[in-house]
């Protein structure tokens, strides 16, 4: 049997743990709070199995946890938190969960829309400080969104929108049989676009995939959604575009470093909506992702 530890829990997240993980299960240990780097081979020492959620795993900690077998990683951005090639050669299995919360994290991407299109944050913020500034926005029926990446969470996302009354078309790297809604080539969604949501899983194919010269060929004023992951944008030249005002607004709830950066350039920036990388946070969601984990550390 593996022996399991949960590194990195929270109290939020143990609530609904213990609703799922039951005696029948296997026994895993948890630990509540967040976890240094150096403390890691330690806290780790006499388990073979790590559920992590938001914890850095770099080459130089796996080398150090020479009992590591397996660390299951809650959700499917692993290559945001572990060093992969790293784990393999050492021989750590990492397993991921994918399609746990596509309707909650594509509801969230649209929250981010809507925010975004009204100045719902910034307004919030100017309101709450004693101001008023009623700020113009735009209506969303009748413009184009453009969904990069049709997995499930962008085909859920392509329901959400068409539902707001948004012309809907998508990008997917990949071809596809059956897409619900038109496919168009990279150059054209951007060119299209009033608003691009970006649903691509990060691998070294996709980092930075939305770079400079993809975003200056996006309709000006764009608004971008991040749900995904950082790094399959080019924050620099984004961070650009947004003070020369060729992207109207970034709403994203991902960052390159989590949680962010006192120095990090987002938080310099007005026409931004960021969120703490809560989209997949529902407990509907996280019932099904925290079974999900338990049978994959059980399956070792």
């Known amino acids: 049997m593996p022996r399991t530890l949960f590194i990195d829990s929270t109290p939020d997240i143990d609530r609904v743990w213990r609703m799922v993980h039951s005696r029948d299960d296997i026994p895993i240990a948890v630990n509540i ?4 780097e150096g403390d890691i081979p330690g806290i780790l020492d006499g388990y ?5 959620d938001a914890t850095y795993f770099n080459a130089a900690t796996l080398g150090l946890c020479s ?29 991921t969960i994918g399609g746990y919360g596509d309707t909650t994290v594509a509801e969230h991407a649209m929250g981010l829309v809507f925010a975004a299109a009204r100045h719902i944050a910034t307004m919030h913020v100017i309101v709450r400080t004693g ?48 897409p619900p809604v038109p496919m168009v080539a990279i150059d054209e969604l951007l060119a299209r676009s009033d608003v691009i949501s970006l649903h691509l899983a990060l691998n070294e194919a996709t980092r930075g995939f939305l770079g400079r010269a993809k975003l200056e060929k996006a309709k000006p004023g764009v608004i971008v959604v991040n749900t995904a992951r950082a790094d399959v944008v080019d924050e620099t030249a984004m961070i650009d575009l947004l003070r020369a005002g060729h992207i109207g607004h970034y709403a ?49």
């Open 48 to 52: 073979d199995t790590a559920i992590v």
């Open 131 to 178: 101001g008023w500034r009623p700020m113009q926005g735009i209506e969303l029926r009748g413009k184009t969104l453009g969904i990069v990446g049709l997995g499930g969470i962008g085909r859920e996302m392509a329901r959400i929108a068409g539902g707001v009354g948004l012309k809907v078309i998508a990008f997917n790297r990949s071809a596809l049989s059956g």
């Open 252 to 300: 994203t709830d991902v960052f390159a470093k989590e949680p962010t950066a006192p120095d990090e350039p987002l938080l310099t920036l007005d026409n931004v909506t960021l969120t703490a990388h809560a989209g997949y946070n529902t407990p509907e969601a996280a019932m099904t992702m925290y079974r999900r984990a338990i049978d994959l550390a059980a399956a070792g």
């Open 33 to 36: 709070g967040a976890v240094a």
């Open 67 to 95: 009992g590591l077998k397996h660390i299951v990683f809650l959700g499917t951005g692993a290559a945001s938190f572990i060093d992969l090639a790293a784990a393999e050669r050492l021989g750590v299995k990492v397993s």
